[in-house]
Structures are given as structure tokens and as C-alpha cells.
């Protein structure tokens, strides 16, 4: 029987946050919570001790990369995804749709699912709503996703409509493989491209099936900000208030506060890891390029305000030399830190939460980085 | 005043090898000792702390990579390497010599120094004596070597008599910029090419200015193993019983114990850290390339009989995956496995020698491996 449960713990009374708890057999995870990605059964760059360290409750991976790479057959024979990669808190699984969909051209969709090519071989592939289930369930996923289309923004009208009513069609072959109470949560994927009546048809499609959560899928997928939060918005507030909200693929610490603020209880997204591997980390005053020539000499700390063990112990200059060196550790330094900064910002939405002032971090959060771009701090 | 002091604790009856320990003031080596390669102030992959946790007690450091980035001087000003690359322990630095004698004709030797172009942007640079002494002094360094020249292999016996001459006349010049007793200690470099006498002779020449450790330079450069080991047996005894003595760039598990053996107290390579990253890992049962199928779905620790946090959370499908997949995290645990093994090796050779059963220690090690050659293990 499952152990999945969502407790909402605190409501804002300015906007639409909320303060929650997820319980899972492996664990709680306090939301509003971001969860790193661990495309291929890793978080690149960072140790899974590193992780707790930092106080990621879960990590999320991708059952298209390790369904191609080392296959979930292996992992599944190997004892699960969990003990694959040495993490033994929750994990939850994206479905497979949208890097199948990323895919454009070497993929063909069907009322049975999605037939593609194999971004590592060329080799000939079929997923389906039920073979999607059956990989993140080999895996051991705590959190399943159903599988779905991930809609490309612009689209046709009359794609939207057919799109969403057959990743609709899909969620419900999903959940009859399976059903409530299992061990492992199924999550359901409003899409509904940026039509506001069809996101309200796919949600009540999907609440029409039942599932232990909702995640807005198809955003943050080249539209404005402001149109990402108006779904947000709109959609949010028509999901049950009793089961936990899932944004995917966002965002930016901006769009985390936002998306917050309109009632997402969990995120993710590469940015914190992939920017690290780029050079580009996040501080509490705003974006930093590291490589830039005037961080040769700086010998402060990234973030002075920022307590993670990169910021604890080692200079701008320092963190400029590795990435112009192309050192490894500075993926290891970089990746900690971001990761670091992504969790502390989660944390300090929570804590303001219960404290009741959301309102004011959320000012606050905006008002340092303006500072920095009118280059009253460094 | 320097603290710089070997004591020699134990000599082998049935070898040359000898147990020992040099004090600095950033702290005590034990020998015979590994020294991991951190070349641009970053032993590759792996984390400071997790260099202590494996036992390291010393690494080495590059001159010639130092000093054209990000330069010799921005460190001195942002408080020298050892705060820079956030380690308190003791750090040996090279001369330079090897890695300006390596660029081949981008340099030109004088009696003065060595004229080259940087690898990294063509620029021309004149490397002296005073020079890399002065440049490994502004990088704080514990134990500095004389810049020399390393001879390549084979070459006429009239270039090695005439570079080895003039080493010498360069190591003089390194002494008087350096004088006994400051706060860093220098090491002589014998050079001599494969000839005994010319080894002899740059022994004496350099006993004669006298150091607080020495050096046999020249090796593992393309010679065959035998002719190395020949050329240690021959000038190791050569050497002051009561000075540290290391065999640069060297070198194997193999060579590790057949250094010791004939005498050397310090060792340093880039063989287990770059083996890391290609993938080459080293066990007590021989070297294992983790790309190989075979390991695709082997739940086994790397080596079982390993107690580093690699064999002990990570089977070899795991690493296998990683590796294939040129995941970030394959470099980390690969680096952190193979130092792990190289400073165990160095801490059981060490306690055999305090046992008195270093011979029998010689032996196990090659019986292992030669189990592992039969297939007796894997």
C-alpha cells in the first residue's frame, strides 16, 4: 500500500502559496520544494551526499534517458534506481514525453504513443502510456508521471484540443496500469497549450481519473513570463486543494517565487546544474558570469551572503580560474552552489510561510537584485 | 626560520626501502609517500576535503601551468596557493623544467634559462633559475625543486653531460636565491641521463651545494621499465641516508613498490588521477577499464576488498553507466577510487615496513595480480 500522502500545512493569506508536506515510504519532502535533475542517474556534477547536505528531499530523473542508457530492465535487475545511484530518498520519474517530443522530427505520434530514434543510437523505439508506466515502475520511481504530449508553443487551436485530449486518453491507460494505492504515486499532466477553456477541460479530464497529484505541464516552453504565470494562474486554482501542484520544467528563482505565489508546490528544471556547468550561477543579488575578466583578482566569496561550503571556502578568483582552466572541480564547485542557492531559496519560501510573511521575502527577493543591477552591491 | 626536517624511522632489512617522515610547518608526511598532482591548483576531481579523508598528505603543484594562469603574482596577492586552492597541508611544487622541456621546439635553452611560448596563448616567456624559484615562493610553496632540465630519452651521451652540467650550475643558482633554513625547503634534481658515471656525477655536484631532499629527475621519460629501475637501484644509495629522496614522476603501482624497495621515500604521477578520467581504474587485483561490457551488469563494488566510499556505495554497472554516458560524476568517483588506492597502497607499504614484512607485502601484491592474470579472480 502506498505511503503517499500531501498535507497542506499552511495557506498564505496574500496570494495563493502554500505550505505543505509530502509523505512518501522514502521520506518527506516539505514543499514548496525544488527537486534537482538527475537526467541519467546522476545530478551531474554532485554526490548524492553533497545533495542531502544541501537539503534536497528528492531528485528527479528521466525514463526516456535510462530506458535508452543503461536501460530500466538492468537498473530494475540491479536492485532499482535508488540503489543504482546511491540515493534513498524519494525520486520521481518524468514520463518520457517531453524529451520524446524534443525530439521533432525523428518522432511520430499515434493514438498508441510515440514512435522515435534514439538520440544515442539511431535504434527504432516505441513508447507507449503503458510502457512508460511499466519503466518508471522497474526503476522503483516514488512519483510516476503519465504520459503525455508536451504541446509546442505557438500551436494550432485544433492541435491543442486533439493534443490534449489524447494525452487525456493516455493519463487514463496510465492509471488503469496504475491504480490508487499503489506503491508508487501516479501525478497527472494538465496540458492545454495557453488556451485557457482547454486547460480547464484537461483539468477536469484528469480530475475526472483521480490522481495523487496534478502537474501543469507544457510551459516553459518559449512563451513570455507572463503568459506562463497567467496559466499558472488561471490553472492552479482549479486543481484539489488536498493533493500536491507540480509545475515542470520551471524555472528561474523569479518564476519559483511566482510560481509559489499562484500555488505550486514543486519544481524543477536543469537550470541550477546546467548553468553551473556554463559558468552562470546564482547569488542573492542577481546572476554571475564567472569567466568575466573582473572576477581575476576578486578574492570575496561568490555570494557573501551565501553559507554553502563553496562560498564558505573558496574566492571569485578561485572559481574564474577553474572555469577558464576548464577544470572539472569547477562543475563540482559550480553545480554545489547553484544547488545550494536553489534549495536555500525554497527553505526561506517555507520558512516564510509559516511565519506568515511571504509577502515581504518576496519584495525582498526583488529588491536586492535590484540593487545590484543599479550597481549599488557587487 | 623553516621547520623542514626528515627523520628516518626504519630501514628494511631485506631492501633499501626505509620508513620515515618529513615535518613541515604545514604539517607531517609520512614515508615512503604518493603525492597527488594538482596541477593548476586543483588536484583533478576531487574535493580537498575528500583528498584528507583518503589520506593525502602532501600534493604537488605546477610552476609552469601556475605562472602563465592565472599567474604566480595574482596568487601571491590573493594569499598565496594554499588558501587559493583551500589546502592547509603541505604543497610541493616543480620547477617548471619538465613541463617547458615538454613543449619540444616551441623552447630554447641558454645557460641563462629556457626561452618557450605559453601552451595556452603562444605568448614567449623566459624561464630562469631566480625565476621559478621566485614564482614558487610567491605561490607559498613547502617544498620547492630546482629548475632543471629534463633529459630526454635516449640522447648522446655528450648533450647529457653538457645538461646535466649545467642543472647543476642552475641548481647553485636556485641555492643561493633559496638558502638553508628559510621558510621552504629545496630539493636538488640529479639528472645524468642512463649513464651511471653522469648520474654519479650530478649526485656529487648537487651534494656538494647541498639541499634538504633530493631528486632523481629524468625518469619514467620512454625508458624501459628495467633500465628505470636500474638507474634508482644505482643512484638512490648514492644519496645522504638522513635527507627525504623522491623519484619524479613515477609512477605505477609497480614502480610505487619497486621505488621503495631501492630506497625512494616521495613518489608523485598523474596516473591515477588522469587514468580516472579515461576510465582506468586501478584495484588490488589489477588495473580494470570500466567501458569494457562486461561490467555492464556487474552489481560488484569495483574492488571488494576496497573500503573507499566508491566500493562501498557504486557497483561497477554503475560506473560503467557513467563513464559511457560522460557523466560529470565518473571523473569524481573514478579520481577518488584510484587516489584512494594509490595512498592505501603507500600507507600498507608503510606499516609493513614499521611490521618489518615489507617483503612479503612485495609479494602478495604481485600474487594478487597474477591470480587476477589467470582468471582466478576478477
Redesign the interface.
Known amino acids: 500500500m502506498s505511503a503517499f500522502k500531501y498535507a497542506l500545512l499552511q495557506q498564505d493569506t496574500g496570494s495563493q502559496a502554500r505550505r505543505g508536506r509530502i509523505t512518501t515510504s522514502r521520506g518527506e519532502i516539505e514543499t514548496p520544494a525544488f527537486m534537482p535533475v538527475g537526467t541519467?542517474?546522476?545530478v551531474?556534477?554532485?554526490?548524492?551526499e553533497a545533495l542531502k547536505e544541501i537539503g534536497a528531499q528528492i531528485v528527479l530523473a528521466n525514463t526516456y534517458h535510462l530506458y535508452l542508457?543503461?536501460g530500466h530492465k538492468?537498473i530494475q535487475?540491479?536492485?532499482g534506481l535508488h540503489k543504482?545511484?546511491?540515493w534513498d530518498r524519494p525520486i520521481l520519474t518524468d514520463s518520457g514525453g517531453f524529451q520524446v517530443f524534443s525530439l521533432g522530427d525523428i518522432r511520430k505520434i499515434t493514438e498508441e504513443g510515440a514512435a522515435f530514434q534514439s538520440h544515442v543510437d539511431g535504434s527504432k523505439h516505441m513508447l507507449t502510456p503503458e510502457l512508460s508506466i511499466e519503466i518508471q515502475l522497474a526503476l522503483g520511481s516514488d512519483i510516476v508521471m503519465v504520459f503525455d504530449e508536451c504541446i509546442p508553443h505557438p500551436a494550432e487551436r485544433s492541435y491543442i484540443s486533439e493534443s490534449t485530449n489524447r494525452s487525456a486518453r493516455w493519463a487514463k491507460r496510465c492509471r488503469e496500469v496504475l491504480s490508487p494505492g499503489s506503491s508508487s504515486a501516479l501525478f497527472g499532466i494538465v496540458q492545454g497549450g495557453m488556451e485557457l477553456d482547454l486547460r480547464k477541460q484537461s483539468v477536469e479530464q484528469l480530475r475526472e481519473i483521480g490522481f495523487e497529484g496534478y502537474a501543469l505541464g507544457g510551459l516553459s516552453v518559449g512563451e513570455e513570463t507572463s503568459l506562463m504565470y497567467d496559466m499558472m494562474e488561471y490553472s492552479l486554482p482549479l486543481l484539489p486543494i488536498d493533493h500536491p501542484r507540480y509545475v515542470m520544467g520551471v524555472g528561474t528563482p523569479e518564476n519559483l517565487i511566482e510560481g509559489v505565489a499562484r500555488g505550486c508546490d514543486m519544481f524543477d528544471c536543469v537550470m541550477p546544474t546546467r548553468n553551473a556547468?556554463n559558468g552562470l550561477l546564482f547569488t542573492t543579488f542577481g546572476k554571475v558570469s564567472i569567466k568575466q575578466a573582473r572576477y581575476?583578482?576578486d578574492?570575496r566569496p561568490l555570494d557573501p551572503d551565501c553559507q554553502c561550503y563553496v562560498c564558505q571556502?573558496?574566492?571569485r578568483?578561485?572559481l574564474?580560474?577553474?572555469y577558464?582552466?576548464k577544470?572539472?572541480?569547477a562543475?563540482?564547485l559550480n553545480?554545489h552552489h547553484n544547488l545550494y542557492y536553489y534549495q536555500q531559496l525554497m527553505a526561506g519560501i517555507r520558512q516564510s510561510l509559516e511565519d506568515g510573511t511571504f509577502s515581504k521575502f518576496r519584495k525582498d527577493f526583488y529588491h536586492k537584485r535590484e540593487k545590484h543591477s543599479l550597481n549599488l552591491i557587487d
Do not use: W
Open positions: 541519467s542517474a546522476t551531474k556534477g554532485i554526490l548524492p542508457r543503461p538492468l535487475q540491479l536492485g543504482f545511484m546511491h556547468r581575476r583578482d578574492e571556502h573558496f574566492s578568483a578561485y574564474r580560474h577553474l577558464v582552466s577544470e572539472v572541480l562543475s563540482v553545480t
